[in-house]
């Protein structure tokens, strides 16, 4: 009879721990550094599992080293037990882990949050483990170069100043010019025509004489 009985526990154990699944919502992702995202994990619950014998272990995989996010004890969150690294950058829905869904939202994403997330949930039905990656790519205005502003320095400025001005005086000096040529020219007919006019007089006078 008590044979039958440990074979009974046994054999029950056993089926739930092959019932027993920790899921991924999504094993890859691609973020934005100083954007957000969410990350997700499920696991089997039952109507009547105590939520005393919940254990959540995530992490993100460093080697050598491994960075808590998040970690739940005896159905107790420990938030003392999450790296400095993460320090009010990850926050969960806690209505949603009753239904067997761990949502981690990671803020302010940095280049060195890349690498491999690992999610460990142990109950009283079994235990499992998942991984996702998460890729960081730097911002866009990081990648694109900013261009040098271009300012003129003081001694090609009063280069450039030197060169108006002589341009300028040297299109003065040639109106002057052309005023004297005009002038001289206007003078010169005028002359002309005064000479022209006493010859024709005398001749005048002669011819009446």
């Known amino acids: 009879m008590i044979s039958r009985i440990l074979l009974l526990i046994i054999l029950n154990s056993c089926l739930c721990a092959a019932t027993f699944r920790v899921n991924v919502t999504q094993s890859c992702y691609q973020a934005e550094e100083n954007h957000s995202i969410t990350l997700e994990w499920t696991f089997t619950t039952t109507p009547h599992g ?3 014998e919940l254990f959540i272990l995530c992490s993100l995989l460093v080697p050598p080293r ?37 949502r981690l939202h990671v803020s302010r994403l940095r280049t060195e949050d890349s690498g491999l997330y690992l999610c460990e949930v142990t109950t009283e039905d079994g235990s499992g483990i998942e991984r996702c990656r998460l890729n960081v790519s730097a911002a866009a205005d990081q990648l694109q170069p900013q261009r ?3 300012t003129p320095e003081p ?6 100043i030197w060169i108006i001005a002589a341009a300028a005086a040297s299109l003065l000096l040639v109106c002057i010019m052309v005023a004297v040529l005009i002038v001289i020219r206007q003078r010169r007919e005028a002359s002309s025509i005064s000479e022209n006019q006493h010859m024709n007089y005398e001749r005048t006078s002669i011819e009446m004489c």
């Open 66 to 102: 491994e960075l808590t996010l998040y970690q739940v004890h005896e159905g107790v969150e420990v938030p003392e037990s999450q790296d400095e690294e993460f320090s009010g950058r990850v926050q969960t829905d806690k209505d949603v882990l009753r239904e067997g869904r761990i």
């Open 155 to 160: 001694e090609n400025r009063t280069k450039i």
């Open 50 to 52: 105590s939520s005393r």
């Open 148 to 150: 040098p502003t271009l």
